[in-house]
């Protein structure tokens, strides 16, 4: 199985920081990688698919790159409701796997 | 809109079963890649079984041989029976539509999920 590796685990930060969040995979995966965001209670949402490309109705504050084993997620200006989780996910092989996701907080 | 409803979830005793649904509204689930993931409590993803356009269908190693994935054109609804209940599958189950039918591509509709209790 393809294990994906998410760092840091939990980060704070303030309204209108810059953050990344990368992942890794044990493997190489192509450009089959994705985003996720969840809130407490809901269920995921998706961000970036393809490594890269940002979906339908997301900001463009979010950003995505990488390549291969090694991938990040940008917010390049925090907003209040961007602290959730945050997931990547790839869709290389099967079983699909996800990281074990990093914990966005408020400073 | 597109949407999906999942339901079934509830309170199960260890070796028992349960058959979770979801139905779809605003797409047709015959023409698409339908996946199951779930999420124990306080933990992270995990995806579980996908079905095919064609039919076919995987599964994690963690379910194979307990858990079946299913569809009913005409109710345009997927299923998903779980037989042989472990603590361990203790989760919210989420049912997801892939974006495209790219054997590749991401979870782009999601459901808000059923939670599954198994314990005596």
């Known amino acids: 199985d393809v294990q994906m590796t998410q760092s840091p685990s939990s980060v704070s930060a303030s309204v209108g920081d810059r953050v990344t969040i990368t992942c890794r995979a044990s493997?190489?995966?192509?450009?089959?990688l994705a985003w996720y965001q969840q809130k407490p209670g809901k269920a995921p949402k998706l961000l970036i698919y393809?490594?890269?490309s940002l979906q339908s109705g997301v900001p463009s504050r979010f950003s995505g790159s990488g390549s291969g084993t090694d991938f990040t997620l940008t917010i390049s200006s925090l907003q209040p409701e961007d602290f959730a989780t945050y997931y990547c996910?790839?869709?290389?092989?099967?079983?699909?796997?996800f990281g074990q996701g990093t914990k966005l907080e408020i400073k | 809109e597109m949407q999906l409803v999942e339901s079934g979830g509830g309170l199960v005793q260890p070796g028992g079963s349960l058959r979770l649904s979801c139905a779809a509204s605003?797409?047709?689930?015959?023409?698409?890649?339908m996946s199951w993931v779930r999420q124990a409590p306080g933990k992270g993803l995990e995806w579980v079984s996908v079905?095919?356009?064609?039919?076919?269908?995987y599964y994690a190693d963690s379910v194979k041989g307990r858990f079946t994935i299913s569809r009913v054109n005409s109710k345009n609804t997927l299923y998903l029976q779980m037989n042989s209940l472990r603590a361990e599958d203790t989760a919210v189950y989420y049912c997801?539509?892939?974006?495209?039918?790219?054997?590749?591509?991401?979870?782009?509709?999601w459901g808000q999920g059923t939670m599954v209790t198994v314990s005596s």
């Open positions: 493997q190489g995966i192509s450009s089959w």
């Open positions: 393809a490594a890269s």
């Open positions: 996910q790839q869709a290389n092989s099967f079983p699909y796997t």
């Open positions: 997801a539509r892939a974006r495209t039918t790219d054997l590749h591509d991401a979870f782009d509709i």
């Open positions: 605003g797409f047709t689930v015959s023409s698409n890649y």
């Open positions: 079905i095919y356009t064609g039919g076919s269908t």
